[in-house]
């Protein structure tokens, strides 16, 4: 059963912790994202990474980091730079960076109090 | 500075109705204009997709109306149904091996019975 798989669906933190957010996908996808949804702004790009061993800074990447040592894998992790943490985060891939389907998972809520 | 303009922010349908959702770009790169289909708490999903050489795009239920020259295009759900209720995102795409899609920030489309 191909797909992305996001993990966990539910993360609640403290203020000032550093969190990581997993994303792993089985399509054999080149290129992989990660989006933030706030409510009423849409999707907006965080990091995105169009091979392994490399990525690059989207909008909105200020407090983020992301690495992405294996194929299928590209966690984000949001440090406590980040001033609003709060929000529903997505992860996709694509057959390669560029292509305009985009496969997402079930995203991760993350509330930081 | 938003390159893609979606209207309206909420709609409400009845059933059997058509619903209609705007959206507006400015840059001229775009090879792809995708509109993607979000249900509560579940990832986006690719609905339908149309280049801009091309006017009408149709599949099902699920019509894309492109004016090149306006720079516009829209979205109609015929015969809008309880199940097509969610959030629609249209997205313009930058191809290539930098690009990346720009998303619209979402119509909540709610279908009445």
């Known amino acids: 059963d191909g797909g992305i798989t996001q993990s966990p669906k539910y993360l609640f933190r403290k203020e000032g912790q550093n969190v990581t957010l997993s994303c792993e996908q089985n399509l054999n996808h080149d290129a992989m994202y990660w989006y933030r949804q706030d409510p009423g702004q849409g999707l907006r790009l965080i990091y995105y990474?169009?091979?392994?061993?490399?990525?690059q800074k989207g909008d909105i990447a200020e407090g983020y980091s992301v690495s992405r040592e294996k194929k299928e894998s590209f966690p984000l992790t949001v440090t406590s730079a980040q001033k609003n943490p709060t929000a529903f985060y997505l992860c996709?891939?694509?057959?390669?960076?560029?292509?305009?389907?985009?496969?997402f998972g079930p995203g991760t809520r993350l509330t930081v109090t | 500075q938003q390159q893609v303009k979606q209207s309206p922010q909420s709609l409400i349908v009845q059933k059997g109705g058509i619903s209609i959702i705007n959206c507006a770009y400015e840059?001229?790169?775009?090879?792809?204009f995708p509109w993607y289909q979000q249900f509560p708490g579940k990832g986006p999903a690719l609905l339908i997709a149309i280049r801009p050489d091309v006017s009408e795009k149709k599949e099902g239920r699920f019509t894309i109306s492109f004016n090149k020259s306006a720079k516009q295009f829209s979205l109609h759900i015929m015969d809008s149904q309880p199940g097509d209720s969610a959030t629609y995102f249209c997205a313009g795409n930058y191809g290539g091996s930098q690009g990346n899609l720009i998303f619209g920030k979402g119509t909540k489309l709610s279908v009445k019975p």
């Open positions: 840059n001229t790169a775009f090879d792809y």
């Open positions: 990474s169009q091979i392994v061993n490399d990525f």
């Open positions: 996709a891939s694509s057959r390669r960076q560029g292509a305009y389907e985009q496969y």
